[in-house]
Every structure is written in structure tokens, then in C-alpha cells.
């Protein structure tokens, strides 16, 4: 049976995430030591996120997981961003992390969008506006069939 570590999008963030670690490993305490934990906690989350999310048993549940890896991924990217404001990583370094980020949400949400949604319960909205299914049909109380309309007398014409 596949695993998340089948999921290409699993093994980029991985590989996004040790990336993260190498290059935030000499940043000293005056540059941001205090974002180099929160950057390299946000990147793990995202294929972290990916494996809860693939473990659990329905689409809908696995779709929940990668919105919050999508989080994840954008809180990495802020970190990025403020550890590029202290002088911390290099543009090169920013930049290229950037692009392998972006690569990710992409198939993140490619992968949220092929998940069938089959077991989606159905909205408020979208119940009242199909028609019931058989079963509902055959345990909704019966419905008073509504009184016809009769033909008002008509005004003699002059």
C-alpha cells in the first residue's frame, strides 16, 4: 500500500526541510537564532502534515491536512522573509528555498484538487437545493401536496 513517502510532494518538502537545516545552521543569536526555530519547525510541518493527512482514512481528512501544510508552507516563506530582512541567509539562499517552496503549494493544492469528494458531507445550501435520494425520499415524512390553484372568475369584458 502507498505511503506518504510515495507522494513527490512529501519527498520535496523533506528534502525543503533539511535544506532549511543546513543552511539556518551557522546563523548566529544577533541575525535571528530565534527564527532559525520557528523556520525549520514551519518547513517539517509541511511534510509532516502530508504523512498525518495520507495515514488517515478519508479524502476529506487528507484534504484538511494539506490546507494546513499550505499554511505551513506560507509560514516558512514568511520566516524566509524576515531571516532575508536580518542579513541572516543570502538572497541566492531566499530565493532558491522560495522557488522549491512555491513548487510545493503547487502541488499541494494539485493534490488537495484531485481528491475525489465523495465522502464531503453535504452543505446547507447544496442539501436544499438537490433532490432528496432514495433513501432520504423513503424516510422524509410525507409532504402536504399544496392546493391547486383554481381559475379566479373572470370580470365581464366592456
Keep these: 500500500m ?11 518538502s523533506n528534502a525543503l526541510a533539511v535544506r532549511i537545516h543546513e543552511l539556518t545552521r551557522g546563523v548566529s543569536v544577533e541575525s535571528g537564532a530565534d527564527l532559525v526555530d520557528q523556520v525549520r519547525r514551519a518547513s517539517l510541518s509541511i511534510g509532516a502534515n502530508v504523512a498525518e493527512g495520507r495515514g488517515l482514512r ?4 487528507f484534504r484538511r491536512h494539506l490546507d494546513i501544510s499550505l499554511g505551513s508552507a506560507a509560514e516558512t516563506d514568511a520566516h ?6 536580518r ?5 541566492r539562499d531566499v530565493f532558491d528555498l522560495r522557488d522549491q517552496l512555491a513548487t510545493i503549494q503547487r502541488m499541494l493544492v494539485a493534490l488537495r484538487n484531485s481528491l475525489p469528494a465523495a465522502d464531503r458531507p453535504p452543505t446547507r445550501a447544496s442539501a436544499a437545493s438537490r433532490p432528496p435520494t432514495p433513501a432520504e425520499a423513503a424516510t422524509a415524512p410525507p409532504q402536504p401536496t399544496p392546493p391547486r390553484a383554481s381559475a379566479a372568475p373572470r370580470s365581464p369584458r366592456r
Design 58 to 61: 478519508t479524502n476529506a481528512q
Design 87 to 91: 542579513d541572516a541567509l543570502s538572497a
Design 80 to 85: 524566509l522573509a524576515a531571516l532575508l530582512d
Design 2 to 12: 502507498p505511503t506518504h513517502r510515495d507522494l513527490k510532494v512529501w519527498q520535496l
